[in-house]
C-alpha cells in the first residue's frame, strides 16, 4: 500500500500557538519558586530546591501540542483502500489534558470515526491529532470541535463523528468535590451530521461490548 504524501498550508487555527512571547526557563522556573511561596512551603527546603526544574520540564511534555501542527499529522494518506468506504472508527483513545481555567488535569478517551471518501490515514495518526489537542490548555467542549474540524478540513471524508468522555480534575479537587463525575461531549460533520441513523451506528459502535 503506497502512501499518497500531500504538502499541506494549515490554516493558523489548527496551530493555534496564542503566546508569541514564551519566557525563558529562568524566568518560568522563578514562577513555579513563587508558587510554591505561595501555597506557604518553603522553596528552598531540599524536598523542593529542584522542584521548579522539574516542573518547567513536565510542562514541556504536558503542553507539548503548542510546537505541533495536527493537520500535518495527516497529511500522509492511503488511496489503496480495496474500495472500502464504510466507518473507520478509532475509539478508547486515552488523553491527559488540563483545563484553562484552573489549569488541573482533565482525564478521558476520545471515540474518533469517520467514512473515507476515497483515501484513509494511518491509525496512530488518529491518536495523535488527539493527543496534540489534548496538550494544549483546554475546554472538553472545544477539543472536541478541534479534533472533528482538522479531520474534516484535511481529510476531506463523507463524514466525522467525534466522541470524548472524561473527569475533570476541577470538579473532582476543588468546587463542588465531584469525584467520579465524567463528562460526555461529541460532534458530527458530513453525513454523521446529517443522517441519525449514523449517529447511532457510531455510538452504538462506541459503546459495543460495555454492557
Not at 2 to 26: F, G, H, N, W
Not at 54 to 60: D, E, G, L, M, S
Not at 90 to 115: N, Q, R, W
Request: glycine residues 8%; hydrophobic residues 40%.
Amino acid at each position: 500500500m503506497d502512501a499518497v504524501i500531500k504538502k499541506l498550508m494549515p490554516s493558523s487555527a489548527y496551530m493555534e500557538k496564542p503566546v508569541t512571547d514564551r519566557p525563558s526557563e529562568a524566568e518560568a522556573e522563578a514562577a513555579v519558586r513563587t508558587l510554591l511561596r505561595w501555597t506557604g512551603d518553603n522553596p528552598d527546603r531540599e524536598g523542593l530546591v529542584d522542584t521548579p526544574k522539574r516542573v518547567v520540564k513536565a510542562y514541556r511534555e504536558m503542553f507539548g501540542g503548542y510546537d505541533k501542527c495536527p493537520a500535518e499529522e495527516l497529511g500522509r494518506t492511503f488511496e489503496e483502500v480495496a474500495g472500502y468506504d464504510d466507518l473507520v472508527l478509532v475509539k478508547d483513545i486515552t488523553f491527559h489534558s488540563h483545563c484553562e481555567h484552573h489549569m488541573v488535569p482533565i482525564i478521558g478517551k476520545a471515540h474518533v470515526g469517520y467514512l473515507p471518501d476515497g483515501k484513509v490515514v494511518g491509525l496512530s495518526k488518529i491518536a495523535r491529532v488527539v493527543d496534540i489537542f489534548a496538550q494544549r490548555l483546554q475546554t472538553q467542549e472545544a477539543m472536541t470541535a478541534q479534533i472533528a474540524g482538522v479531520i474534516q478540513d484535511v481529510l476531506n471524508p463523507r463524514g466525522v463523528a467525534v466522541m470524548l468522555e472524561a473527569e475533570h480534575m476541577c470538579m473532582a479537587m476543588r468546587g463542588i468535590r465531584k469525584e467520579g463525575s465524567t463528562t460526555l461531549t461529541s460532534t458530527f460533520t458530513g453525513v454523521f451530521k446529517d443522517t441519525p441513523e449514523e449517529q447511532v451506528r457510531f455510538v452504538t459502535m462506541v459503546r459495543g461490548g460495555r454492557g
